[in-house]
């Protein structure tokens, strides 16, 4: 009947009349259910008959149905939105252009209600897919963007929902905005303001909110619609680098492998994307391939990140392995899906973080090996080096990078390179620091394992340079450096150091270096610290590595003798000092390990000098404190930054019966 009133004009001025009434008493009533579907049917009515609408009574109509979809005062159910939805587009196919000036103008509205309205209902529309709608979507894409910076967090989330609307549709239309840098910029937005903890409750949990949605539009993206490939790729390779978009990096994985099974992943190259873009992306150099390989092994190898987090690197690592070196392909294709393997609980060989991170840095020293590309591998370092200088001290991922650069750096060949990194970090590290102090360690003994002479000459010329002066005339200056608590420490770390590296060294290198240069410089090192706990610790600790690595050697091997009576001579001054009344300490035991261990070197001691040695040890075993006391030492300050560093389970190395049973009569001796 509707259609057939509008075919007239004398009819038709009537219905606009009644039509209008019927708006204004939409405006009043609480329920509009009724109102809304009589709205819908003379709307479908209208489009039939393809009548002009006169611009007041379109205005009345739109600002009607828009104003109860905006209103928040009033809730509408999912059907009653539905049909409110449905009369905007119907009104966007009598009177399209009209329509989208009129949702547009509603984008800068004051009221975040109306604005969150307008942005809900250009989404409906971009998803429709009216071809009117095809060619207007890039005008309103580019009237949405001008919204990006507003901080209202529904706003906010409004245009995250127009973007997921609009990309599914048509991403092509997405070109005059860089639709996808929002997303991430939005998932770094709220990282930001929940790491700066001033937010309520509430305000975190819409953040966090906020961060899902952005992950999920990411990750359920079609590939298979209009432009998206080109929208895609390579531009989100620029997202796997910076640390403040980690958490994306499973919907950028899953993306990327979606790619690379459509064998999209070669259609363009980084260098295409426009160069302001790339630099303000990264506001420094240009995305490398070693670049990318150090992210991806830190998130790796990073004991926080999380199972699927890791997964999701070492997935990037595989379908990117044409980006990162064309000699890994094949290596990766088989390794990778191993390590993946673990993340996912099927190898039950690698239940601890410390053992996936061995066989993380293996595979690394694996790929490096296969690459045999000497530049490329400089390169990788010299890229480690640059995030191991800028990461927070105590962090899990400074840890790996520690003993990822070393690997790196014992698969470098040149010799200058190699000892210009290490003095780089072994100036930089504050061995004052636990943290720093073992990460120093583990990077020289990583970069050891392949490089020992290169490592140890540069620790003999380290040494040196903190040593010296010591006992001649240099400035006041250079002293107070040498005498701070910094130095100190670095010089403790650096016994400890020499003593890993021992137990590293092959049976060859030992033989070569040990008396002469690990042992050197251990004693010189000592001999210019303070003498305090972490020093006595470091020294006490080293002897017994060196020790126990050289008697991996062999029987027929002997040790200086006249070192080992030095070494025994520390050792035993120690003993007596802590015996005659030093406070109670955990230095005594740590002692009788180390001379467990060097009093097996080759020339075997006297029987006199064993027995006055066994009474010694006797003596402090029996007075040593108990576990109790001992747990009050280690919660002292100093002690436990050390503690940390060298406290080796007592149980475990210290075995009674390894004494000769005449020290039975030292013993009864002592009971009388």
Known sequence: MMAVLLQEELHREHVWEQLLWLVRLYQKVQDTCRGTKSLSIFLEALEGVQSVIPKDKFLA????????????????????????????????????????????SQLGADREAGCVAALGLLGALARSDEPVMSEKLPQVVEAVQCLCSDPRTQVRRAILHFIEDVLSANA????????VGHIFSEFSRSTGRRAAGDLSAQEAREEGALQELCMDILGSLDLSVRGMTKLLWPRLLLYVVPAQYTGMLIPVSRCVQALAERGDLMVREVEELDAHFLSSMFQGPLLTPQTLLARLLVVAGSPFAGSELQAAALLLMQNL???????VGAMWAAEIPLLLQCLQGKDESFPDSAEWEQRLLKFLRASLDTMEDEAWTRGLSCELSRWLSSSPSGSGEKSFLYKALGTVLGACKEVLHVQEKLLQHLEEANAEEPSEAQGMISFLSHAAESSFHTVLDTLTMFASRLCKGQKGRISRRKKMELDSRRAHATRSALILAHGSLALRASKEQLLARLEGDIVGNILLLY??????????????????????????????????????????????????????????????????????????????LGTKDMCDMLSLCCKNVVLHPSA?????????????????????????????????????????????
């Not at 092509?172 to 639709?179: G, I």
């Not at 006595?536 to 091997?557: C, N």
């Open 527 to 604: 001999s210019c610290s303070c003498r305090d706990l972490q020093n006595t610790l470091a020294l006490v600790q080293s002897i017994t590595d060196f020790s126990s690595a050289f008697q991996a050697v062999g029987d027929s091997v002997c040790f200086n003798p006249s070192l080992k009576g030095k070494l025994l001579e520390i050792l035993t001054d120690l003993l007596k000092k802590y015996y005659l009344g030093t406070p109670v300490s955990p230095v005594p035991l740590k002692v009788v390990l180390a001379l467990e261990q060097l009093s097996k070197l080759k020339p075997s």
């Open 321 to 327: 392995h044409s980006r990162i070196h064309r000699a």
């Open 628 to 672: 109790e006391m001992m747990l009050k030492i280690k919660k002292s300050q100093q002690a436990a930054q050390y503690l940390q560093v060298t406290c080796r389970d007592f149980h475990s190395h210290l075995s009674v019966g390894a004494l000769p049973q005449h020290t039975q009569p030292v013993l009864w001796q002592q009971h009388r």
């Open 61 to 104: 109509i739109t600002s009607a149905v828009f104003y109860q979809l905006s209103d928040d005062t009033k809730e509408h159910s999912e059907a009653d939105r539905a049909e409110l939805t449905h009369c905007i587009l119907l009104q966007a196919r009598i009177c399209p252009e009209e329509t989208v000036l009129f949702l547009q």
């Open 172 to 179: 092509r239309s997405c070109s005059a905005w860089d639709v």
